[in-house]
Structure formats: structure tokens, C-alpha cells
């Protein structure tokens, strides 16, 4: 699998989109980007997927760049439920390997009023 | 829909005793998987299944027995509870084919070993 490198922390003020980075240096051609977050002693959520192109849903928007070796998480109006760890996973789609996530240390995401 | 549900959401062991965490999903999801949280730590993959009658070890298999009987299910025995068992555990299940990494997590099991 190819290994996410995220920032330990981010800070955000309310009512402003918090974008989060991910570095996928080694992310091979049939790897998909996804990310979930997890607010303080609930279960792991699901946010959005991606392969190459950009992906928005009612949650957020994903942004892959061109050579698909990093993508940013962006919450277009960060509230103070937003805070939350944000794990970006690379992971391929199918095969033996579905299902089966690494989740790392993620971002700790801290929202302000 | 409920989800995935998990009992119990806390439960105290003491070393040496055995007990099952009960994990269900009522949305006709084919694979089901456990992951543990330890402080500090991201998740961790214990078992999974992808489907009824079929079992799999993960990352962190030693000390847990998974069966999946039906669809619905999918309990995690421990045997003889140890205190590194102490942790949260975490019950998820996917659609199959291109949508199995897109995970529904239940709310957690808090377990203490004493």
C-alpha cells in the first residue's frame, strides 16, 4: 500500500473552509484516495473517495493533483462538529485487499469559534 | 436502517474470563471486519469476513475467534481475556466490489481487562 504522510495538527476558524493535505508520494495507477474522519469517541465516518478526478459530495470536496501524488480534504465552512482526526488512506479499490484499511495517525482538526 | 450495531458499548473483564462482542448490520452488507484503537494509536484490523461462512486474520489476530454465520453478523470472541486486550473496538461492514473501502463503523466497544 502506499504510505500517507499528514500533518499532526491543524487549527480552523469557524464558518472557514479547512483544508487538510495528504501526501501519497508512491501511490500506484489503480490506488484510490479516501478519507474518513473520527470525532472524539465515536466510530471512524466516511467522507469521500477519489482516483483522479475532483470529488465533492454534501460533506466536502477532495482535490487529487495531476500526478496524483498528493490531495487536500477541503470542508467548505468548518463548523465546530468538524472537529475531529482525519485520515487520508490510499488504498486500491477491489482484489484481495478490499476492505482492509490502514488507518494512521491522521490530522487532528481543531475548529475555533 | 440501523447500521451497525454494537453490544456492549462498556464492559469490564477480569484476566482469564471470556466474552463476546456482538456486532450486526441490517443493510445486506457482504464484508464485515474488527479493528481495535489503542491511545495514541490509529486503528488496527483484527479480523474480517467477506462473507457468510468466510473468516480472514488480520493485522492483530492473537487472543480473538471471529464466525459468521449469517449476513447480519459478526461476533468477536476473546478466549481468555488479557489486559493489552484492553481497548476500543470498532465493528464495520461494506458493500462488495468497488465499494467495500467505503466502511460503515458502529459507535465502539469500550473493554477494560483487569
Redesign the interface.
Known amino acids: 500500500d502506499a504510505k500517507t504522510t499528514q500533518p499532526p495538527s491543524m487549527d480552523c476558524a469557524e464558518g472557514r473552509a479547512a483544508n487538510l493535505p495528504c501526501n501519497h508520494s508512491t501511490i500506484s495507477g489503480n490506488e ?1 484516495v ?1 478519507w ?1 474522519r473520527q470525532i472524539h ?6 467522507i469521500i ?1 477519489g482516483l483522479k478526478n475532483n470529488e465533492t459530495n454534501e460533506m466536502a470536496s477532495l482535490i487529487i493533483t495531476e500526478d496524483r501524488k498528493s490531495s487536500t480534504l477541503i470542508l467548505p465552512h468548518a463548523t465546530l462538529r468538524d472537529t475531529a482526526v482525519y ?1 487520508c ?1 490510499v ?1 486500491d ?2 482484489g484481495t485487499s ?9 490530522t487532528i482538526l481543531t475548529v475555533h469559534p | 436502517n440501523a447500521g451497525v450495531t454494537q453490544t456492549p458499548k462498556f464492559q469490564v473483564l477480569k484476566t482469564g474470563q471470556s466474552m463476546t462482542l456482538q456486532c450486526a448490520q441490517d443493510m445486506n452488507h457482504e464484508y464485515m471486519s474488527w479493528y481495535r484503537q489503542d491511545p495514541g494509536m490509529g486503528l488496527r484490523l483484527i479480523h474480517y469476513s467477506v462473507g457468510a461462512g468466510i473468516t480472514d486474520q488480520g493485522e492483530v489476530p492473537n487472543g480473538y475467534n471471529v464466525s459468521r454465520s449469517t449476513t447480519e453478523d459478526f461476533p468477536l470472541r476473546l478466549l481468555s481475556a488479557a489486559p493489552s486486550q484492553t481497548s476500543v473496538y470498532f465493528c464495520a461492514s461494506s458493500p462488495p466490489s468497488s465499494g467495500a473501502n467505503v466502511l460503515t463503523f458502529g459507535a465502539g466497544s469500550r473493554l477494560t481487562v483487569l
Open positions: 484510490y479516501y474518513y469517541s465515536q466510530g471512524p465516518q466516511y473517495h485520515y488512506i488504498r479499490a477491489g478490499y476492505g482492509k484499511l490502514t488507518f494512521g495517525q491522521g
